[in-house]
């Protein structure tokens, strides 16, 4: 580790192969938490490379807990966090939406990065244990239409930072690979990411793969699309600039999409949404990124055909349904 450290303190970078070696040995618990505060550090204060994140995913897809989800043709709805704008849980709540138009979301995560109640928080909350298993997680997916993968069950190659990154308390560019390590290898993906040059590192490294993807940037910050601001689409079939008011929505404000400060607070928003109760803003931002993902699903659908069979699986209470069968299996 000195010598990568003195290299990576020299302003100089790791190749491909070099990234996947090393975040391999940091796994293994080759070096010590100072040397891997310290690894992590220079990541903070400049952009890793296109060839460090490709090597850094490598790694962890390698040394991940595989599981075979490919017959059911999932899809994951997920962002890279760390956008610190404390939203509600737009991305579940999509992939409940998405199940329930007869969507299979393989939901791959971890608890909240930058709201103050993940996902993981409110399905915990709600019951939902995580869990490994394959046939429960197949028996979940094939009659919910929706599983959820834990990301510290299945990499624990992470255990070694996870208490480092705890300490550190900032983000760190494992927040950039949670999206793309998802143990069972969806083939669809709609991903949100923090900023534009994330955009990009995702759209070079994905374009070397056969995934169908979407990545999603809202120009005012947020990982997700958010209706706050015109919005950056780069997927494997076009790149795209969007204005909310352009494809039938309303400008929305900071405060039409805050989230819970509280578990139970974060529960209850997440429930009346689901309900079919939440505010037209609240609903409108989780069709959208719900119609965003049915896209991929169904390509030979229009936008506005897919935003209506995610508001009818909303209003028409599929979405509830879809959690109510995932927590009683």
Not at 79 to 101: E, P, Q, R
Not at 176 to 195: A, D, E, I, T
Request: proline share 2%.
């Amino acid at each position: 580790m000195k010598e990568i450290l003195q290299r990576l303190t020299s302003h100089l970078t790791l190749d491909r192969e070099e990234a996947k070696n090393v975040l391999k040995k940091i796994a293994g618990g080759e070096y010590n938490n100072s040397q891997i505060s310290a690894f992590l550090t220079v990541y903070m204060m400049r952009m890793i490379t296109v060839h460090e994140l490709a090597g850094f995913r490598d790694a962890l897809l390698d040394l991940c807990l595989a599981t075979d989800l490919a017959e059911f043709d999932t899809i994951d709805l997920c962002g890279t966090g760390g956008d610190g704008k404390n939203t509600f849980n737009i991305s579940t709540l999509s992939s409940f939406v998405v199940a329930g138009t007869g969507g299979k979301v393989a939901k791959h995560g971890n608890y909240g990065v930058s709201s103050a109640c993940g996902s993981r928080n409110v399905l915990e909350y709600l019951g939902y244990k995580f869990t490994s298993d394959r046939d429960t997680l197949r028996n979940q997916i094939d009659k919910a239409n929706i599983c959820f993968l834990h990301a510290p069950l299945f990499h624990p190659a992470m255990k070694t930072v996870a208490p480092i990154r705890r300490e550190l308390s900032v983000k760190t560019f494992f927040n950039m690979l949670g999206p793309m390590v998802n143990p069972s290898f969806p083939r669809n993906q709609l991903v949100g990411v923090w900023n534009l040059e994330t955009a990009r590192l995702y759209n070079y490294i994905y374009q070397q793969t056969d995934k169908n993807y979407t990545i999603i940037y809202s120009l005012d910050g947020y990982d997700e699309i958010s209706l706050t601001s015109e919005f950056k689409m780069i997927s494997n079939r076009e790149e795209d600039l969007v204005d909310p008011e352009k494809i039938g929505y309303t400008r929305l404000t900071h405060e039409d999409v805050k989230g819970g400060v509280t578990v139970e607070e974060s529960v209850r928003i997440f429930l009346n949404i689901l309900e079919g109760n939440g505010t037209e803003a609240q609903k409108a931002v989780v069709i959208v990124n719900s119609g965003m993902a049915l896209r991929k699903l169904f390509p030979s659908k229009s936008l506005k055909e897919c935003f209506s069979m995610a508001e009818e699986s909303l209003q028409g209470g599929k979405a509830k349904e879809k959690l109510k069968k995932l927590l009683e299996l």
